[in-house]
C-alpha cells in the first residue's frame, strides 16, 4: 500500500513537472516600451501570445500548437482569416472570458459569435490599445487561375501599439503594396511559406521598403529560413530573429 501511495506521487509530481515544462518550453522575447514590458511569446506557425499591462493577447490561437487548457485566458483575441490554421473555434472557446474582446473579419465572425469585425482601414481602441486592421492577400499565388488563395479584403493583418511600439502581425499575405507603405513599424511577423504566402525574396522585397527594425518570419512551413537572413544580410535597418513557428 505504502509503495503504491509513493509511486502515485511520484507520478503526480512527474506530472506537473512536466506539464510546467511543457508549458514554459515556448520562446519568448521581452520588448521594452514607454508604457512597460512586452512579452512576445512564439506558440507556433501563425499563433502568438502577447502579455502587456496585465492583459493577454492571443493572436490566432489554434490549439494544434499548445495545450491552450495551460495557457493564460485571453483579454483580447485577434483573428486574421477564416482558415482553420488561423480560427479554431474550440481553442476560442477556452481561452475566453465574458469579458474577453475578440476581433476578427466578417468571415470569422460568421463563425464565432459575440465579436467585433473589423474591415481593412478599421481602427479600434481597447484597454488602452489601439488595433489597426490592414490589408493581406494573394496577387500571384493562386488556388486557381484568377482565384488567389487569399483574395483582396477577405482577411487582415494587424498593427498593435503597445507604448510607443508597434507590432505588425501580417496574417496570410504577399508582398503587397499596402504592406510596403507601412511606416514606423518596430516589431514584424511576415509569412514566407509557398504557396500560401511569400517566398524568402518576397520577405526581403516588403521588409526592405517598410524598414522594420524587427524582422520575424513566420508561418514558414518547410521554407529554409536561411535564405530570408541571406537575403537581408545588407539591410543594416532590419534585424531578423528566427524563432520556433514552423
Known sequence: MMKTQL???FMFVFFCSFSAFAQESFESDIFKTAAGDLKITFIGHGTLMF???GKVIHIDPV????DYSKLPKADIILVTHEHSDHLDTKTIETIRKDATILMMTEA?????????????????????LQVEAVPAYNIVHMRAPGVPFHGKGAGNGYI????????YIAGDTENI?????LEKIDVAFLPMNLPYTMTPEMVADAAKAF??????PYHFGDTDTSGIVNLMKDAAATEVRLRKLK
Open 108 to 128: 470569422c465572425a460568421a463563425k464565432v459569435g459575440g465579436g467585433i469585425v473589423l474591415k481593412n482601414g478599421d481602427r479600434k481602441t481597447t484597454d488602452g
Open 177 to 181: 503594396p499596402e504592406m510596403k507603405s
Open 211 to 216: 524598414k522594420p527594425k524587427i524582422l520575424y
Open 63 to 66: 490549439g494544434q500548437h499548445a
Open 51 to 53: 502579455k502587456f499591462g
Open 160 to 167: 498593435i501599439t503597445f507604448g510607443d511600439k508597434r507590432v
Open 7 to 9: 509511486l502515485l506521487v
